[in-house]
């Protein structure tokens, strides 16, 4: 019973799928209409990637090499169509364009949409029978020119399909001046296998009883959008090699030899059965862009390609106006026998100090971010050993909008402002850093992550206020963001509440205990010289018992020391020295030593390691001293002087 009822519902949606027609080559021919009537190629590397219809006729084929080509059609027009940027910013105003007809549009590479118009259809169906007309006409081909039965309600649906179809097309060509393919089905997977089956600029509909003639015509399993190449290999070596070897294959055997999720997903595949939703895209979750080549074997290189690589990268976020709060290194090294899939790749989080410098003037970001990234690469690749690589691809994901303050809060107005640029008091902001694309090692009892905004306020403001007697914040509760002024002149009742809410929000166990969730004054930091970016991934956000004493500190107290008191190390060796081993990031926590939120220092027993770890810190400050240069409380200074001088430089303006 269940069966038959997924199977009218499935019935009755409706989705198309729309195939743009040489995409590359359409763009290049709008962007420049002499090229219409000429066979055109679109070229990257040596490869011929695609090529308009006039090409076709003359016998060139997508992905052949230029040589070849060039041989086959002398007259060939070549165009460069490695900036990919023309092409994508297209395909961005065609998904646009189906969005106000539908809003379930969900994109699959730059020049295919699917859209769910199953309650469009269902409008005008109702529209269709109030006007009590009978007759209704298919737009475009119908699959193996089946006929139409009216009586039918799942095949009016489709036919009513068809013309909104129609209508896609039509509006792109108009507007936008492209020409598509477009299939009409009950699911994804029939609308996408159908779409093809007349080209260029034609579409079809499916109708249910065409469906198993669709799936058999299939000559080959991989040609079943959902079955890729590694599940490919398998079957065949179980000897399946069609649709119909699938269909007729033993589910029990499948099952063993694939697991049962797997094998019930594909044979339900291989009989049309596609039950995924059409899921609106929205924004890019991430901006990334790769350069293949044949070999890059030296550090130089790597860097050159890493710096064009970005000078794309950085002009598309700065048009998205987001802020990137991950980046990722992927490279590809040469392999004779896995020539596409010999990837690897590192990431870890952007310093706070260069997020804020994202869509404004790039050449600033640009050379710390290759320093960054060239860390990331020396982590996959021992460069005093030779190496050959294929390809680079950098991404930037974990994409937030702007951080902006509203004054209808009240969280606005107890923001402390920022000190005076004389004070010499620096204020310091550290934002949201949510858990980053893969970063496993984000502890799981972090329930929360707050953003920590600490300011320090004058020594004149704290003998002032002291002078007048008027009682502070409570000092375990202050968080680094409340203004105390603004705090005494609210009426009361609201000082109890923010008090009250501060409070539920500290854990109450013993010095030994683990909180099960994080201060609010607790973050992760990334500044540009932390460590502890493991050779997986990224860096850890909570507390962990390896520093339970620096632990027993934040929760017990909320105390903060002045800008002299040194930072404690991380006490266990094999952290220390896996923090040596790590690029120089540092995902730790902000304890409220940090915080400079009050002069009060709770008195706790200290273990050997932790002191040993302190003494490390004094030293590191007696040698900024003696340099001197005066670091902000929350920089490690070993990490700074391993850091590139030209981010060094950066690092000490900034500061200053």
């Known amino acids: 019973h269940s069966k038959s009822v997924s199977a009218r519902s499935a019935a009755c949606r409706a989705v198309v799928h729309v195939d743009l027609d040489c995409f590359y080559a359409q763009v290049e021919m709008i962007r420049n209409p002499e090229l219409r009537d000429k066979p055109l190629g679109v070229q990257q590397k040596n490869i011929v990637v695609t ?27 070549l165009v460069n169509g490695e900036d990919l940027t023309p092409y994508r910013e297209m395909s961005y105003k065609v998904t646009e364009l189906l969005g106000e007809f539908c809003p379930l549009v969900e994109r699959l590479g730059f020049d295919e ?3 769910d118009i199953t309650e469009l259809v269902e409008k005008r169906l109702k529209q269709l029978q109030q006007s009590g007309c009978s007759t209704v006409c298919v737009s475009g081909h119908v699959y193996n020119h089946q006929a139409i039965n009216l009586h039918d309600t799942a095949h009016v649906r489709l036919v009513i399909g068809s013309q909104i179809a129609e209508e896609f097309r039509e509006a792109i060509h108009a507007r936008l001046g492209l020409t598509g393919c477009a299939g009409v089905a009950s699911n994804k997977l029939l609308s996408k296998l159908v779409s093809g089956t007349f080209k260029p600029n034609q579409q079809t509909v499916l109708l249910p009883e065409s469906c198993q003639d669709l799936m058999r015509s299939l000559d080959h399993i991989q040609r079943v959008p959902g079955i890729g190449s590694k599940t490919t290999k398998r079957l065949e070596t179980l000897g399946v090699r069609n649709v119909c070897d699938l269909q007729a294959f033993p589910s029990a055997v499948l099952e063993k030899e694939l697991g049962v999720a797997v094998a019930q997903r594909i044979q339900k595949l ?3 059965e596609d039950d995924s939703p059409v899921t609106p895209s929205g924004p890019p979750q991430s901006f990334s862009d790769e350069d293949s080549f044949k070999k890059c074997s030296s550090e130089v290189e790597v860097k050159e390609k890493i710096e064009e690589l970005l000078s794309n990268l950085l002009d598309r976020i700065h048009k998205d106006g987001r802020q990137p709060h991950t980046v990722r290194l992927t490279i590809r090294q040469f392999s004779s026998t896995d020539k596409w899939f010999h990837r690897e790749s590192r990431q870890c989080p952007i310093p706070p ?3 804020q410098k994202f869509g404004k003037e790039s050449s600033n970001v640009i050379s710390p971010l290759v320093a960054i990234l060239m860390k990331l690469f020396r982590k996959m690749i021992d460069v005093d050993l030779p190496f050959h690589l294929t390809l680079l691809s950098v991404c930037f994901s974990n994409l937030k909008d702007l951080p902006s303050s509203k004054k209808g809060s009240i969280g606005f107005y107890l923001k402390q402002m920022s000190p005076p640029s004389g004070s010499g008091k620096r204020g310091r902001e550290v934002e949201d850093v949510s858990p980053g694309e893969g970063s496993a090692s984000w502890n799981q009892n972090c329930n929360r992550t707050g953003a920590v905004k600490s300011r320090k306020f004058s020594e004149e403001k704290k003998s002032n206020i002291k002078k007048a007697g008027i009682p502070d914040f409570p000092f375990h509760l202050s968080p680094g963001d409340i203004d105390q002024e603004v705090f005494r002149e609210l009426p009361e009742d609201i ?3 923010i008090i009250s809410e501060k409070a539920e929000a500290i854990p109450t166990e013993n010095v030994s205990g683990q909180p099960s969730v994080c201060f609010a004054g607790e973050v992760q930091s990334t500044s540009p010289n932390s460590e502890g970016l493991n050779s997986d991934t990224h860096s850890a956000g909570c507390i962990t018992p390896a520093h339970e004493t620096a632990a027993a500190l934040a929760r017990s107290s909320r105390a903060s020391c002045s800008s002299e008191c040194p930072r404690s190390a991380l006490p266990s060796s094999s952290m220390e020295k896996q923090a040596t081993d790590s690029l120089n ?3 730790r926590d902000l ?6 939120a009050s002069q009060t220092v709770l008195h706790v027993p200290v273990s050997d390691k932790d002191k040993q770890a302190l003494e490390t810190a004094s030293e590191d400050k007696t040698y900024s001293r003696q340099a001197g240069i005066v670091f902000p409380p929350d920089v490690d200074t070993k990490t700074f002087y391993e850091l590139p001088t030209d981010v060094q430089e950066e690092l000490l303006a900034e500061w200053k």
């Open 51 to 77: 090529c308009n219809y006039e090409a076709r006729k003359l016998g060139i084929k997508k992905l052949m090499s230029v040589k070849d080509a060039k041989e086959k059609c002398p007259q060939l027009v």
């Open 113 to 115: 949409n699917f859209v």
């Open 270 to 272: 291989s009989y049309g």
């Open 353 to 355: 100090h260069l997020i």
């Open 495 to 497: 000082q109890k509440e």
């Open 585 to 587: 990031f540092r995902g």
């Open 591 to 596: 304890s409220p030593l940090e915080a400079g």
